[in-house]
């Protein structure tokens, strides 16, 4: 995978997770989840489409393409493989295992996910229930 800033994976991964039936995640709830200010997510969002991750429509929002897609999933399975393997293996608690997994999803070299993965046995999902 092409190396992305950890700015523009937080918000491929924002605005997958905030996405609902294909529908535009509004600026602004984006800001929130993120707690950037509503100009700079403007100003994010305006590069994040210059670079074909995203599709800004004015007053509605921002959706992810194929591409900003395929990254966000990229990065989420990175995410809930750690958690299942912090859980799992060294015993967190799910919030707990959050938490750190947000960091290490953004610190995981591809070769290091694909052992993980198969460290686990290819779980499919997370300890939360979510999709891998």
């Not at 800004?56 to 393997?85: D, M, N, Q």
């Not at 959050?98 to 960091?103: F, L, P, S, T, Y």
Request: aromatic share 10%; net charge negative.
């Amino acid at each position: 995978m092409t190396i992305i800033s950890e700015s523009i994976q937080m918000y491929l991964v924002n605005i997958i997770r905030l996405g609902e039936d294909g529908q535009p995640v509004p600026l602004s709830l984006l800001a929130e989840t993120l707690s950037f200010s509503p100009v700079s997510v403007h100003e994010m969002c305006r590069k994040l489409q210059e670079q074909a991750f995203v599709v800004y429509r004015p007053y509605k929002g921002v959706s992810l393409t194929a591409e900003g897609e395929r990254i966000a999933c990229y990065i989420l399975r990175r995410h809930r493989l750690w958690e299942v393997f912090l859980v799992d293996k060294l015993g967190f608690m799910y919030d707990e295992a959050h938490e750190v997994a947000c960091a290490l999803e953004h610190a995981t070299p591809d070769i290091l996910t694909d052992r993980l993965d198969t460290f686990l046995g290819f779980p499919t999902v997370n300890s939360a229930g979510q999709p891998i």
